[in-house]
């Protein structure tokens, strides 16, 4: 999964003022995964005291 940033973002909105809801709900989806993503790799940070390069 490719990181989401502001940019992304934009262009997607953009893009689902052309395509519809279906977009839009796949950017809002990719948004929430990659926050699980990053709080599970915090915990895991905290848990082992190790980055995930050490992992």
């Known amino acids: ?19 519809g809801n279906s977009l839009l ?3 809002t989806l990719a948004n929430a995964r990659a926050v699980l993503f990053q709080a599970l790799a915090a915990w ?3 848990a082992t005291g190790k980055d ?3 992992h």
């Open 1 to 19: 999964m490719g990181y989401v940033d502001p940019g992304n973002r934009v262009t997607s909105l953009e893009a689902e003022s052309r395509f």
């Open 44 to 46: 895991l940070g905290v």
């Open 52 to 54: 995930l390069g050490e």
């Open 25 to 27: 709900s796949m950017v």
